[in-house]
Structure formats: structure tokens, C-alpha cells
T-cell receptor, first 113, second 114 residues
């Protein structure tokens, strides 16, 4: 698999349920960022977790990072229909490649009302 | 924080024509980026621009692409002779602050080459 691969590719849940998306990567990173994209729209930044952090929270979002396994997960609790979107993880190697993000294929989340 | 503003939101162009996509940062930042997303595919890095110079570019960013910040404000991506495979959403992005690491994206410019 390539840098920044998410699974599952698609996730369908009911409103109120939790949604968990996973991301794996191959090379060392400075940080990992999660983005949301509504169909045909721009990328909305959700949360950034640095390589020396293990867990981070923001509202209904919880992100974990396991650098030993080169993986991250995004948990959305108490999902809403408005959370329906594609979710991408993106890794930043840092250093001279500051801001050069490598994106995964994304997870398409559908939340049914 | 607000993202950048991109124009046009959608452009249709004939193959072989030149296209200029524009990006206007809301505030003064140092790092700017262009990314693209072909329909149904991953978002791909094209180029980073720092202090009015290209900092890094990908293999995609060949001689038909160029970037500049002509008036110190607008940040442009020029595609000299468009090909069908250049059809994609092009995103401008900026850093949050010099050491913030967070990258904020604009709404994108849809380019359709026919």
C-alpha cells in the first residue's frame, strides 16, 4: 500500500453511531492531519497530531497515532447526517518538505438520518 | 482561520490552451502550495512556494506548469498547454503560520479540458 492509506474505503452508519476510520503510512512523519471533503468542495482541516503525540481530541473527533505501527485512527462520535463526506489522512514528513502532504485515498462516510 | 480564495471556481478550456488559476491569501503567509485532485483519485502535491521561490515540486510539476506571485499578493498556477489529463480540481493551500504545520486549503478550481 502507499503512504497514507485509509480503511475502510466506504463506511455507512446510522445517525448517532460512532464512525472509525483508519490510516496507515510507510515513512517517518513529522505530523499527520485529517481532512474532510464534501462532494466537489474544498478540503476542510479537522485535526493535526504530531509525531510525539498519541491522542488528540477536538469536539466529537478523537485521533490516535501509533508511530510504531505507522497508523492513525479518526473516531467521530455521535455521528450526524452532516458528517457525510470523504475523510482523508495526510502525512507531513517535515524538514525540507514542510507542508508537502501525502494524502490517502480517503474513506467515504455516509451517515443515514 | 480562513482559507485562501481561489478563482475561477470552474473553468472549461480547449486542449492546448493556457490556463491561469489564481489564489489570494486572506493574510500574509510565507508558504503556499498547489495540489490537484483528479476525479476519484487522491489529492496530489504539485509545488510549494516559499519566499517567492519554488521550494519543492513533484514529478507532476513539469515544464508546462509554473507558479508565481507577481504582485506580492496573488499566487498563480499557470498551465501553458493544457492536456485532457490536466482536468482536475486544483487546490491552493497555505500554512497556518511559519511554524504551525497545519495546511489550510482553498475551495478549489475545477479545470475541465475538452
Amino acid at each position: 500500500s502507499q503512504q497514507g492509506e485509509e480503511d475502510p474505503q466506504a463506511l455507512s452508519i446510522q445517525e448517532g453511531e460512532n464512525a472509525t476510520m483508519n490510516c496507515s503510512y510507510k515513512t517517518s512523519i513529522n505530523n499527520l492531519q485529517w481532512y474532510r471533503q464534501n462532494s466537489g468542495r474544498g478540503l476542510v482541516h479537522l485535526i493535526l497530531i504530531r509525531s510525539n503525540e498519541r491522542e488528540k481530541h477536538s469536539g466529537r473527533l478523537r485521533v490516535t497515532l501509533d508511530t510504531s505501527k505507522k497508523s492513525s485512527s479518526l473516531l467521530i462520535t455521535a455521528s450526524r447526517a452532516a458528517d457525510t463526506a470523504s475523510y482523508f489522512c495526510a502525512t507531513d514528513a517535515g524538514g525540507t518538505s514542510y507542508g508537502k502532504l501525502t494524502f490517502g485515498q480517503g474513506t467515504i462516510l455516509t451517515v443515514h438520518p | 482561520e480562513p482559507e485562501v480564495t481561489q478563482t475561477p471556481s470552474h473553468q472549461v478550456t480547449q486542449m492546448g490552451q493556457e490556463v491561469i488559476l489564481r489564489c489570494v491569501p486572506i493574510s500574509n503567509h510565507l508558504y503556499f502550495y498547489w495540489y490537484r485532485q483528479i476525479l476519484g483519485q487522491k489529492v496530489e502535491f504539485l509545488v510549494s512556494f516559499y519566499n517567492n521561490e519554488i521550494s519543492e515540486k513533484s514529478e507532476i510539476f513539469d515544464d508546462q506548469f509554473s507558479v508565481e506571485r507577481p504582485d506580492g499578493s496573488n499566487f498563480t498556477l499557470k498551465i501553458r498547454s493544457t492536456k485532457l489529463e490536466d482536468s482536475a480540481m486544483y487546490f491552493c493551500a497555505r500554512d497556518a503560520d511559519p511554524f504551525g504545520n497545519t495546511i489550510y486549503f482553498g475551495e478549489g478550481s475545477w479545470l475541465t479540458v475538452v
